[in-house]
């Protein structure tokens, strides 16, 4: 599962599609908290992410999300710039 990006203790990635099932997301971990983020609405879709990391990933993905579905579908990752 590549590391597409980390910022304030919170690590994004994304699985490889064939693993995956839609709708497109993302997955951040903070410490023993991990939570599953729809890219096209921002909301979680599972997990237990503390709120202030949810808000924070929630920024990012919103930021990013261009960058995240087009990676979604090609699966070429790359690294995304951290939340600032």
């Known amino acids: 599962m590549p590391i597409l990006s980390n910022f304030y203790g919170i690590v994004i990635k994304m699985y490889f599609q064939q693993s995956e099932h839609n709708p497109p997301h993302i997955h951040a971990i903070y410490g023993e908290s ?16 503390p709120i202030r990391a949810l ?10 999300k261009s960058e995240l579905l087009n990676m979604w ?10 939340l600032k």
């Open 55 to 64: 808000k924070m990933a929630q920024e990012w993905v919103k930021d990013n």
């Open 34 to 49: 991990v939570g599953t983020i729809d890219i096209n609405t921002g909301k979680m879709l599972e997990g237990d992410l």
């Open 73 to 82: 579908n090609t699966q070429e990752f790359k690294k995304l710039k951290p």
